[in-house]
C-alpha cells in the first residue's frame, strides 16, 4: 500500500458514475466521485491500467504539489521551489496546461507563462540552460489548476485527450468523441449479451466502441503513445505486463453488430476506421437507409445511434425524427433503442414515449440520451400475456 498514491481521472458531464464504476471493478482503492472528475488510488502499474483501460476517462492526472497563493509572485515562488530537475531534465520539454476559476486571476494563458517563467528560471540558475517548451510532444505535461486562492499541480499521464483512441483515421462531419460514445453504451446497459446494431453509424465510432466493450478490449491499446512514457520514472517492462495482463482477459463475442447508413462515403470510412481497429471479425458495415428497413431475427436487439440534430445537415429534422419512431415501431420490434440529442423540440416528434432520459453534453451542445422500449406487439399484449 506504501506505493499507491492519489490521482484523477477526468470524464464528460454526466459520465461521473460510470467512470466510478469502472475504477471500482478495476481495483482502485477510496475512489470519490467529483464533478466531471473521479479521484482515485492506485500504485504505478495501476496507473498505466487505467490510462490503458477506461472507457470513460479523458485524463489520468497524478497531483505532485497543492498549495495556496494570494498573488502571482506567489504562484511564481512556490513552482520556482519544486524540485523539477526530479522529473524534467535540462535539455528536455515540457508543456501547461492551465485551467483558473479565481478572482485573483482570470486569463489561464497568463497562468501557463508565469509558470513556465518559474520553471525555466529554476533551471536556467543551476544549470545556465533551461528545458525548451514543446506543445505537442513534451516529455512532461503539467496540469495547472487554480481555485479561488487554491492552486493544485499534477503532471498528465495521457498526453493527448484518452477520446484519441487511434483506431479512427477518417471521420465524417460530426464524429462523435470516443468517450462520449463510450459513455453511452455503458449508460444503456450494454454488455455484449445479444445482437447490436447502430443503423446511422458515420464514421463507426459506435460499433467499436460497442465490440471493444463486448469482447472486453481496452479502450486505448490502438494509441501510440501516452505521455507517461517519456516519463524519468517509466517502467516499461512494467507496462508491457500490465498490457499482456489486460489482453489476457478478452473475451470472445457471439452475436452480431450492424452498422450502417445511407451515406456511400460514411460507409467507406466506417469500414476503414472497423479495419484499424482490428474489429472486422466483430462488424458488418453496410449502405442501407435506416428507414427502409426492418430487424433481422426476433431475438433481441440493442440499438444505439447518433442521429442528425439539424445543425450541420439541412434536412426537415421533425419529420426526420417522426420517421425514426415509425421505424421503431414499425420495423423493431423486441429492441432496447438509444439515442442521443440536443434538439429538444426535435425529440418530440419520435412519437413514443422514452422510458429514461439522461442529461448529456455532446461537445457544447445540451443533449438528452433516450431510452425507448419497443415490444414484440403491444405493450398492454405483453402484460397479458
Not at 322 to 331: P, R, V
Amino acid at each position: 500500500m506504501a506505493n499507491n498514491y492519489k490521482m484523477l481521472a477526468k470524464t464528460m458531464h454526466g459520465m461521473e458514475e460510470i467512470l466510478e464504476k469502472e475504477l471500482k471493478q478495476m481495483g482502485a482503492i477510496n475512489v470519490e466521485k467529483g464533478i466531471r472528475s473521479v479521484s482515485f488510488e492506485g500504485d504505478l502499474g495501476f496507473m498505466y491500467k487505467a490510462n490503458l483501460s477506461l472507457r470513460t476517462a479523458i485524463k489520468i492526472l497524478k497531483p505532485m504539489k497543492s498549495f495556496f497563493i494570494r498573488s502571482e509572485q506567489d504562484l511564481y515562488n512556490r513552482i520556482n521551489r519544486i524540485e523539477w530537475e526530479q522529473y524534467l531534465k535540462v535539455d528536455g520539454t515540457f508543456a501547461i496546461d492551465a485551467t483558473v476559476n479565481s478572482k485573483l486571476f482570470n486569463h489561464s494563458h497568463y497562468i501557463a507563462l508565469k509558470t513556465k517563467d518559474a520553471i525555466v528560471d529554476r533551471f536556467r540558475d543551476s544549470y545556465g540552460k533551461r528545458p525548451d517548451v514543446d506543445l505537442k510532444h513534451p516529455d512532461l505535461r503539467i496540469n495547472i489548476h487554480i481555485h479561488g486562492n487554491q492552486c493544485n499541480v499534477s503532471f498528465d499521464s495521457s498526453g493527448s485527450s484518452l477520446h484519441h483512441r487511434g483506431y479512427r483515421t477518417a471521420t465524417n462531419m460530426a464524429p462523435i468523441n470516443e468517450v462520449l460514445a463510450a459513455g453511452i453504451l455503458l449508460l444503456s446497459g450494454w454488455d455484449g449479451q445479444c445482437d447490436f446494431m447502430d443503423p446511422m453509424c458515420g464514421s463507426g465510432t459506435m460499433a467499436i466502441e460497442a465490440a471493444m466493450i463486448a469482447c472486453n478490449i481496452p479502450a486505448n491499446i490502438n494509441r501510440r503513445e501516452f505521455a507517461f512514457e517519456k516519463w524519468q520514472d517509466y517502467d516499461e517492462e512494467l507496462f508491457e505486463k500490465i498490457f499482456d495482463s489486460c489482453m489476457k482477459k478478452t473475451r470472445e463475442f457471439h452475436f452480431k453488430i450492424r452498422a450502417f447508413d445511407k451515406a456511400p462515403s460514411a460507409v467507406r470510412k466506417a469500414l476503414d476506421n472497423v479495419k484499424n481497429a482490428n474489429l472486422s471479425n466483430y462488424i458488418t458495415v453496410d449502405q442501407q437507409d435506416f428507414f427502409e428497413s426492418t430487424k433481422e431475427g426476433e431475438e433481441k436487439l440493442h440499438m444505439v445511434f447518433n442521429p442528425p440534430y439539424g445543425q450541420r445537415l439541412e434536412i426537415d429534422i421533425e419529420n426526420f425524427y417522426k420517421h425514426i419512431g415509425d421505424t421503431l415501431k414499425q420495423g423493431y420490434p423486441n429492441t432496447e433503442a438509444w439515442f442521443i440529442s440536443s434538439n429538444l423540440e426535435a425529440i418530440k416528434s419520435v412519437g413514443l414515449r422514452p422510458s429514461r432520459k439522461i442529461h448529456l453534453y455532446n461537445g457544447k451542445l445540451d443533449s438528452r440520451l433516450l431510452k425507448f422500449e419497443i415490444y414484440a406487439g403491444s405493450k398492454k399484449a405483453k402484460y397479458n400475456n
